[in-house]
Structures are given as C-alpha cells and as structure tokens.
C-alpha cells in the first residue's frame, strides 16, 4: 500500500515539474469533445445510459478501474483482498478529497454500496450488488464488504460507471447529483446547459495527479455532419460520431485522425414478448430470418461483424456453436404461416433519437419485413423519453433499435434476460433465468463459461432480439490530440493523459 502511495506521488510530481517546464500555455489547454447524446442524469446510481457513464466517468472514482490493456486494476482502493471462500472482500483506500473538500474515507464507500442496494434508490444496476448482505468500515481508510455467495462479477460491477463513490456527507443531506455532481475524479463538474454542454475543470488535487488539460468541454451535437464540419474547423477536438459517407474526407485530411478500435457493442432490434404474436419464438425467429443483418450493418453502422446471441462478436464468452441466423425470407414467411401470423400484420416501431445510426438501421429492417408481410410503423422518440417508456417500462413498443455497451463481465450483460420484469424484451424464460443466475455465483471458470455458453445458446434459439452485430468503435480527432482513450467495453472517455499538442 505504501508503494502505491509513494508511485502515485512520484507520478503527481514528476507531471507538475513537466508542466512547470512547458510554461504556462499547457495549463490553459480545454479540450472539447463533440458526442451524440447527452446524459438523462449525472447521478451514476440512477441510470442505465451510456452517455451518463461516459460523461461521469470524468467527475467520479470507482474502487476499482479499467487499464488500456482491459484489466481491472486498483483505483480508490490502493489494494484489497478476498477471503478464499470469495464471500468476503477488503479493500484498503487511498487518500484523497472529493471535490468539495471533504476526504474520502471507509464511510463514503459504505453509504454509497447502501444507496445503490436500497429499493428506494430504484437503480436499475441494483441486482449486480444483490448477493452483497453488509458493508462496514473496519476503520477510516478500510472497507469490509460481505456477501451471501460467490460473486465473480464484484470487481467488474465496482469497476464500471454505476460504483462510482459519493460523499458520505451529501448522500446523507439529500444532495441533487443529477444535476450537481460532486466526486474525486480528475474533473470537477462546471456547469451543464441542457441541450448544450457540461463543462469541467481540473481538480488540481487528484489522487493520481492533476490532468495537463485545463478543462474539458463535452459538446451535445446530434448531427454528425455539423461533428465533422466542427472537427474540420478546429471548434471539435474529438467527435463521437463519424458517418459512413464522411470517412474518406477523415482520412484524406493531415489534420485529422480516424480511430478504429474493437468495439464492445450488440447492436440489436428488441422485439417485445410481451405483445401478440411477438410472443412466439417462431415468429421472433422468423424475423431474424427476414433481415439480412450483413446490409444493416454496412448501410447503418459501418460495417462489423454479424452475430447470432446476444454477445459481440470476439468476445472469449461467445459460443462457438452458435452462427447468425442468416438471410432466408422464404424459411422467414413459412414460420409466420405456421405461427398463424396475418399477412400485414402491423408492429410499432420505436426509434431513439438522436441516434442516426439506428434509426437508418430501423429504415432497413423496415424494408426487409414488409417483403415477408410485417409492416413496421416507425416512430420516433426523444432519447429520455425512450429511457423512461420504451426501455425501462411501461415497455412501449413492439420493436426498438439499440445498441447495448459492453460489459466487463458477461453477468452485466446477461442478468434479466428471460425475467420480464426486469428487462425489456419482456422474455419469460425461467430456465434461461436459472442458468444465468447460477453462472452468475458460479466461482469455477470452466463450470461457468459452460454455463454462459448454454445461456446465450438459449437466447439464440428464443430470440427475444433481431440480432445486428458488433460494429468497430469510430471515432475522429484532431492529429494534436494525444493520451486520450474509451475504455474497453465500457466506452467511457478518458481525458486523464490528454494533451493538445
């Protein structure tokens, strides 16, 4: 633990005598990011959203943390141990302060893991603490989490956006985080214009010394041709979004760099089991069978690599048994006429906004099923009101185009699949539920990959999705941007080394 410590001071120091030495234009630097969509909440605890985490992932500290290489690594805790039966983990903290002064002690994380488990939080990533019976302080700086079972999937849960740690003090006075976010991460939160930006600060105290960048400025900006107009400008310093047909311009520019990375995304059409007809497997796998996914994939996000489960593709959990279902209309229309399926039978559409990309990839599927007789109503929605209707219930569609981020444990991805009322598709699927839940506590790596692997087998033959695929992670930045990264799976921007050369 003292060789943490004494690393990170080192790193702090030799990072404030390397600035010194640059003069005083490298602490002026802000750099502005444009993305796609802006957050529902900055409360880390209430939110499912992607754009939350990426956005959050700046202002809070977990536990644990993602490195470049896709390890999880210690962050607020210096070090921890778990005991050999895997029910108990102590994790040992470093020293700092959040943003508003207070320092971080064993009472912040133990009120934090409290918050998020509690009913009334109503946090939609409550169930991955669920095996979690007590949280105590051992004293100030250690903190002793219990569980009822195995967990293998801890870490990985602390280590992601929603273990994010707040101040004790303010949890207790009813602070609003949502919308004044206060944490121990390398940026303090500024101010958020709805609709516009969140702007952040350096926090000049950080326990694993301050960024170069002064500030950063993350744009909301829906349209990915005013992106790259933003990006050419120099107004952008990293965009989001780049669209097929602006690829070329990207890199043919000398000022310019295009990213592609391995993505952790499923791009998937959820299909609502809960409604007529969509509640018969036959007929959600007819619909695979209707769509060729190869020409969604390249006309709407890129191109990637398809898929047949709900996993990306490359993943070390993807079956290797299981294939995309393929392109096949006639084998589609034979299953809707054994289903008893009506020619025209019309399904609601629900499309998220601002994301082009899936509302192209809805225009797709829409063509491709009105030539085996399903005729799709689409319907766009503003993207906190497909939060709230479409994804987190009442469940107000028969079809919706998502993709869903990656996880660092395959419990993150899996967990409520086939319980309807804990996911979307509404699946009912009680032996789906078990393997899933049994894998979950499962501390054997060869026993629990096998049940995995009969999970997402499972969710292949009841197709609760029309299964897209996973697309390359782009995105585009400025040649004098250097040292910023996404995290693997997660995808949450790290500005933490960035610098504008």
Not at 40 to 68: C, H, M, R, W
Not at 117 to 141: H, L
Request: with cysteine; aromatic share 8%; charged share 20%.
């Amino acid at each position: 633990m003292l060789a943490v410590s004494f690393h990170r001071n080192l790193r702090a120091f030799a990072l404030a005598a390397c600035l010194a030495t640059l003069g005083g234009s490298a602490l002026a630097q802000t750099l502005t990011l444009a993305m796609s969509a802006q957050p529902d909440t900055l409360d880390p605890q209430v939110t499912a959203a992607t754009a939350a985490f990426q956005v959050g992932k700046s202002i809070y500290d977990t536990l644990v943390e993602v490195n470049q290489a896709g390890e999880i690594v210690p962050a607020l805790a210096a070090a921890y141990t778990v005991s050999d039966d895997g029910l108990t983990y102590t994790f040992e903290l470093v020293e700092t302060t959040f943003h508003d002064g207070t320092p971080l002690d064993a009472a912040d994380v133990v009120a934090t893991l409290d918050r998020i488990r509690a009913p009334e939080t109503g946090s939609p990533k409550a169930t991955e603490f669920q095996a979690i019976t007590g949280v105590t302080a051992a004293d100030d700086r250690t903190v002793v989490v219990t569980l009822s079972q195995p967990a293998p999937a801890l870490l990985a849960t602390l280590a992601s956006g929603w273990g994010a740690i707040l101040p004790s003090e303010k949890l207790a006075a009813g602070h609003d985080f949502g919308n004044q976010p206060v944490g121990t991460g390398p940026f303090r939160f500024q101010g958020w214009v709805r609709d516009n930006a969140v702007t952040l600060a350096r926090n000049d105290a950080y326990y694993q010394g301050a960024p170069a960048l002064e500030g950063v400025v993350i744009r909301f900006v829906t349209d990915s041709a005013v992106q790259l107009q933003g990006l050419l400008t120099g107004e952008f310093d990293v965009i989001d979004t780049v669209a097929q047909a602006d690829l070329p311009t990207v890199e043919a520019s000398p000022d310019l760099e295009l990213v592609r990375e391995p993505s952790g995304l499923v791009l998937v059409a959820a299909l609502n089991a809960r409604r007529d007809y969509l509640s018969d497997p036959r007929v959600r796998r007819a619909i695979n069978l209707a769509v060729d996914t190869e020409v969604v994939m390249d006309v709407a996000y890129n191109g990637g690599t398809q898929v047949g489960t709900f996993m990306e593709a490359g993943s070390p959990w993807y079956p290797e048994a299981v294939e995309p279902f393929g392109y096949d209309p006639e084998a589609a229309r034979a299953l809707l006429q054994e289903a008893g399926v009506p020619q025209g039978l019309r399904l609601d559409m629900a499309l998220p906004q601002p994301y082009e990309e899936h509302i192209q990839a809805g225009q797709v599927v829409q063509d491709y099923l009105r030539d085996v007789g399903i005729e799709a109503e689409i319907r766009i929605v503003e993207w906190g009101v497909w939060l709230s209707q479409v994804y987190g219930g009442p469940f107000d569609f028969d079809v919706t185009v998502v993709g869903h981020t990656g996880k660092l444990d395959p419990s993150g991805r899996l967990s409520g699949i086939g319980d309807p009322t804990r996911n979307y598709t509404g699946l009912d699927d009680p032996e789906l539920v078990e393997l899933i839940a049994t894998a979950n506590r499962t501390s054997d790596p060869e026993a629990r990959a096998d049940l995995y692997e009969r999970a997402l087998v499972r969710i292949h033959e009841q197709a609760p999705f029309l299964f897209f695929g996973t697309p390359d992670r782009i995105y585009a930045r400025r040649a004098n941007v250097d040292g910023f990264w996404m995290t693997p799976l997660l995808d949450s921007f790290d500005f933490r080394q960035a610098t504008l050369r």
